[in-house]
């Protein structure tokens, strides 16, 4: 037998030892110890009971008790997901291939756009290899000629987006809105005056004293940052709070109507949907837990901060630069991440792999041996990565060793809905949950990216998975997964 | 200079020119309060987004820098940084361009927040305060406040959108934070008590200060004639939570007793409303020495002085801010506190209370205790020695003044 194969088999039983290491060590000595009470003899073991004085006996149940009510006081609160409603795009605001292009084209005669024929060629090559399909959706907006950018159109999508999915959410929980005490908006490219969370007060009547926030600019990974927020706030509230978390991106203003290449790319990825979020510190109806969020900003570096920037181009045109390097600086900052959320979620048995191969890489020299890629399907039984691009999800399957089914939920969103920017994660977890294939205990890995250029995760652990396939996939969850081909053919 | 550019805009005809004289007569802003670059270079017209930037740039390279400066933190010590700009929320955030410029850890945990109005300074507090208790160890915050000028000078002829011409000036904050007791020892201050009030759930309040299309492509913030009220209901709202939190009892029980009477003398119908109305008030400088009120304007400074009944002395800070530094929307605050400070009226022991009000509409207090020395002039180094000045009659009147004389509608320059 080969050495390679040897080990293989010899992987399981190692996993087994290193994982229940303390069960492992326990064990023996818990026989040792009762072997040697058995060889004293009951009438010495009396004798040395009645020899006990009360104080010992005092001491012996106080201090284990009062250790474990100090170190369960001293834990941070749990914080759950209640429930999770998306924004359910409609069919009359779908654009396929056909009607984008066609209106791209059009709008190239338009007075002040310096949008050509060769940029639209360019996009259609984009869109064909993009991985999207041929049902995402694009506000009203943007389906006139010339688009509308204005403020009154950008406010119509938003509260299009944002109140349908609360009203979903609202429904499905059966939480009044009064009851909401913190709520944490997240949107990166809009930010009116008053804010998202001054509109939805507004709407829904809440309550005068309730925290609100609105988190802009933060890229698409935003949605994690809000879950953090929320999740900070939680804490340090009173038992029982709710925070309501709404996460979105409103396309109308950020139409680009320029030439310039890579800043014509986020026109063909970048798509509506929103989603809402409901978490508390109560468990009673929870459906997730939070058991970890890890952010990573890496935006120190000139080069990462550059990499999504939104900036005007030589005419004037405002939109968003994607820099070359954005698949390498994604890399890095996942790379960063990994290393910061792996000692958390990690078994042990991976870790020590992980420190061993770190530490021959150092005392050996880096050439000879290869990095231990720790298996994070030990850690989790779900993925859910940021559907930013198809290269994006491709990159992270070969980074972290994923089958196709683990990607599945991201590629399958990233073709029904596009990339939705922050609320993407919630599409995938919808696709997970109306696939029948979240259980009890499974533990879920959301992993957002985004301008600044941040990596941001969060681990969840399933309590109740959902008990239909009501959602976002409703309609459309028998015809998935599709096979994407490499070029779309439209 | 603010003549020059409202002279510029020559879609105004002579009702306006008039309307402008009155609101910036009656402003209390003065003659050195700060525009951005493109403002001076007859930009304001047509901003770029880089403009913007810079005028950002500009801000932390001075504040932030100096701020960790004096302090001796390392930007790799921060822990967490929150930001607040109203008006202006480019990608990536301009946290994260805080981070990259000043070279911060990869784990900071950075928050941008936008649209929040006037009184996102203390909803940031609030954030890092939170961040601060949630975490375990010793954590150092970076709270930095300020406004984007550059790209909102509004354009159109919509009176309501005019005001903001006339108030909002350049000018920011950064403030330092911890939980770490051996940091302590050095703080200025220590934050109390934080009440935040949000009454979005009324139509006319939420539309109060809104940012919108003016019928003719062009945005600003269109401040609306119910502003004062909402202001006032949301200041009610707020000081009716802070009150048990700030005052004494002895001044609680006072309140109580006179509402009692008041109520009973009403019931009976033997005085007038207003005249027992007037008289019962309650009494906050029996909890707070010091008044930081957001210089919005002089509406809001006098009508939160005529609410909580205080004393010129006690708004001196507020007015001279505005004089000085116009309306700088959320670090406003700051600059109010920075008089104080330069002044030497705070006292180890004081406490200072902090309103603010913002769209929304929020009106949003805190309390602070001053722990520490606090003698430092910061931005008011150069002028404080003017201030009070003798008079502050506003020189447009003088200079303007024609315009009220001129006949006709129309106006040729």
Redesign the interface.
């Known amino acids: 037998m080969s050495s390679a194969a040897q080990l293989k088999r010899l992987k399981p039983v190692y996993q087994c030892v290193v994982n229940n290491f303390l069960l492992v060590l326990a064990v023996p000595l818990a026989v040792a110890g009762v072997v040697s009470l058995a060889r004293v003899g009951p009438e010495e073991l009396l004798a040395k009971l009645q020899a006990l004085r009360p104080v010992h006996v005092f001491l012996a149940v106080f201090l284990p008790a009062a250790a474990a009510t100090l170190y369960l006081m001293m834990r941070?609160r749990a914080v759950y997901l209640v429930d999770y409603a998306c924004f359910r795009t409609k069919a009359s605001g779908r654009v396929p291939f056909g009607t984008f292009l066609e209106h791209a084209k059009l709008v190239t005669f338009i007075e002040g756009a310096s949008i050509d024929e060769r940029s639209v060629r360019f996009m259609t090559r984009l869109l064909e290899r993009s991985g999207l399909g041929e049902e995402t959706c694009l506000p009203p907006a943007h389906h006139y000629i010339p688009p509308f950018r204005?403020?009154?159109a950008s406010r119509e999508e938003v509260e299009l987006v944002i109140f349908s999915a609360i009203d979903d959410l609202l429904a499905k929980t059966g939480v009044k809105p009064e009851a909401v005490d913190f709520l944490v908006v997240n949107c990166?490219?809009?930010?009116?005056?008053?804010?998202?969370?001054?509109?939805i007060?507004?709407r829904?009547?809440?309550?005068?004293?309730?925290?609100?926030?609105?988190?802009?600019?933060?890229?698409c990974s935003a949605g994690l940052?809000s879950v953090?927020?929320a999740?900070?706030?939680l804490?340090?509230a009173p038992r029982g709070s709710t925070a309501l978390v709404v996460s979105t991106e409103t396309i109308t203003p950020n139409y680009y109507v320029g030439k310039e290449r890579a800043m014509l790319l986020p026109n063909c990825l970048f798509r509506m949907g929103g989603a809402a979020a409901l978490l508390s510190t109560s468990p009673a109806k929870a459906r997730f837990r939070l058991s970890r969020v890890v952010?990573?900003?890496?935006?120190?570096?000139?080069g990462a901060?550059r990499c999504?920037?939104?900036?005007?181009d030589e005419e004037?045109h405002?939109g968003?630069n994607l820099n070359k390097d954005l698949m390498t600086i994604a890399g890095d900052a996942l790379k960063?991440n990994i290393t910061?959320i792996g000692p958390l979620v990690l078994p042990a048995s991976e870790q020590l792999l992980f420190a061993l191969s770190f530490i021959a890489r150092r005392v050996f020299g880096s050439k000879g041996i290869k990095p231990y890629l720790p298996d994070f399907r030990m850690a989790f039984e779900h993925f859910c990565i940021h559907a930013g691009g198809r290269a994006v999800i491709d990159e992270l399957q070969k980074s972290l060793n994923l089958s196709d089914e683990h990607v599945e939920a991201s590629r399958m969103a990233l073709h029904r809905f596009g990339n939705t920017s922050s609320s993407s994660l919630w599409y995938e977890l919808a696709y997970i949950e109306a696939k029948g294939r979240m259980r009890k205990g499974d533990r879920v890995w959301m992993i957002g990216f985004g301008?600044?250029?941040?990596c941001n995760s969060a681990a969840w652990e399933c309590i109740e998975p959902a008990r239909d396939a009501q959602g976002p996939w409703a309609e459309c969850i028998s015809r998935y997964p599709v096979d994407i081909p490499d070029v779309l053919k439209h | 200079m603010a003549g020059s550019l409202v002279f510029r805009n020559h879609r105004l005809g002579l009702p306006e020119h008039r309307f402008l004289l009155r609101v910036i007569v009656r402003s209390g802003i003065g003659e050195h309060s700060y525009c951005p670059r493109n403002f001076v270079e007859r930009r304001e017209g047509a901003p770029?987004?880089?403009d913007a930037l810079d005028e950002m740039d500009a801000f932390f390279d001075a504040a932030i820098a100096d701020l960790l400066h004096r302090t001796g933190v390392a930007p790799g010590d921060v822990d967490v940084l929150v930001v607040n700009v109203?008006?202006f929320?480019?990608?990536?955030?301009?946290?994260?361009?805080i981070?990259?410029r000043f070279?911060?850890?990869?784990?900071?945990?950075?928050?941008?927040?936008?649209?929040?109005?006037c009184s996102a300074g203390l909803?940031s507090l609030?954030?890092a305060r939170?961040?601060l208790?949630?975490r375990?160890a010793s954590v150092i915050a970076l709270v930095v406040s300020t406004e984007s000028i550059a790209p909102h000078w509004y354009t159109g002829t919509d009176r309501s959108m005019m005001l903001g011409n006339c108030l909002f000036r350049c000018g920011g904050s950064a403030a330092l934070l911890t939980n770490d007791p051996s940091l302590g020892r050095r703080a200025k201050m220590a934050l109390h008590h934080l009440?935040?009030?949000?009454?979005?759930?009324?139509?006319e309040a939420?539309a109060s200060?809104?940012?919108?299309?003016d019928g003719s492509?062009r945005?600003g913030?269109s401040l609306s004639k119910d502003l004062p009220k909402a202001a006032a209901r949301?200041l009610t709202?707020n000081l009716r939570?802070l009150a048990p939190r700030v005052l004494p009892v002895t001044e609680l029980a006072r309140f109580a007793v006179r509402n009692l009477c008041k109520n009973l003398v009403l019931s009976r119908g033997h005085a007038k409303k207003t005249h027992v109305a007037a008289a019962n008030k309650i009494n906050f400088k029996a909890g707070v020495e010091h008044f930081c009120i957001h210089p919005g304007g002089t509406a809001v400074i006098e009508g939160v002085k005529a609410s909580l009944d205080l004393d010129a002395y006690d708004v001196e800070p507020a007015r001279m801010t505005l004089h000085r530094w116009g309306n700088t929307s959320a670090s406003s605050l700051w600059y109010v506190l920075s008089y104080m400070e330069a002044k030497g009226r705070l006292k180890r022991g004081d406490r200072v209370l902090m309103l603010t009000f913002g769209?929304?509409?929020?009106c949003n207090s805190c309390v602070w205790e001053v722990k520490g020395c606090m003698a430092d002039k910061g931005a008011w180094a150069e002028c404080v020695d003017e201030y009070p000045p003798e008079t502050m009659a506003n020189p447009y009147m003088e200079k303007y003044s024609w315009l009220n004389d001129v006949q006709g509608d129309a106006l040729l320059l």
């Open positions: 941070p204005n403020l009154e990166s490219l809009f930010a009116p005056v008053p804010s998202f969370a001054d509109m007060i507004h829904y009547g809440m309550r005068s004293d309730v925290r609100n926030v609105h988190l802009s600019g933060m890229g940052v953090g927020l999740r900070n706030f804490q340090t952010r990573t900003l890496t935006g120190a570096q000139d901060y999504v920037y939104q900036e005007e004037g405002r968003i960063a910061a301008s600044g250029f941040k | 770029t987004h880089q109203c008006m929320s480019p990608g990536p955030s301009l946290a994260s361009r981070v990259r070279g911060m850890r990869e784990d900071v945990a950075a928050y941008n927040l936008s649209g929040m109005g909803v609030d954030l939170n961040a208790r949630a375990p009440v935040r009030a949000n009454i979005a759930a009324d139509d939420h200060a809104q940012k919108r299309d492509g945005a913030i949301a709202l939570r769209s929304g509409f929020k």
